[in-house]
């Protein structure tokens, strides 16, 4: 008896290692195509590429500013089709992802400079972004970004 519980513990034990040597791979994968996309969605404020932001952003993606303010995405895709707007510099820094099944939180700090109707800006924002997997593609379908702070004086 002694002997088959033994053997029942240790094939247990094989597959819960296994097991969760999948797991971790599985999200060590997800985190690295997580800051994939948000690389490229901040990239795509540059090349004010509307589409890519279409496929990255849910329909219902909403956007928090530290004002308190709110952006759904049709006013940020106009934003970024606008020539009032242009960002120069949109870089992201210093990730922390956390991976929870099908949701995930991307934290990091954002790098933005450029003009703004007429007026230079040039900041970090700290930011989270929680995506959701649908139909096996991760999505953003919320941000909220902190206040900005001035990397120097806008000229």
């Known amino acids: ?7 029942t513990l240790a094939v247990a034990t094989t597959l819960l290692a296994g097991t969760l040597a999948f797991s971790a791979h599985a ?11 948000d690389k490229r969605q901040q990239h795509a404020y540059i090349d ?6 279409q496929e990255i952003f ?20 106009a934003s970024v ?13 210093g990730w922390n992802v956390r991976v ?26 700290k930011f989270s972004d929680t995506y959701v997997r649908e139909n096996g593609v991760w999505r953003n379908v919320h941000g909220h970004a902190s206040k900005a702070v001035d990397v120097k004086p806008a000229a």
């Open 58 to 77: 849910t329909d219902d993606y909403l956007l928090v500013l530290a004002n308190g303010s709110e952006r759904d995405k049709k006013t940020v895709l």
């Open 1 to 7: 008896m002694i002997v088959k519980t033994i053997s």
């Open 100 to 125: 929870h099944g099908d949701t995930a939180i991307v934290m990091a700090t954002l790098h933005q400079k450029g003009v703004d109707h007429g007026k230079p800006f040039d900041s970090n924002v």
């Open 48 to 53: 004010r590429d509307v589409k890519a932001l």
């Open 81 to 93: 089709a606008s020539p009032d707007s242009r960002w120069e510099i949109n870089e992201t820094s």
């Open 27 to 37: 999200e060590s994968s997800d985190v690295d195509t997580l800051i994939s996309i």
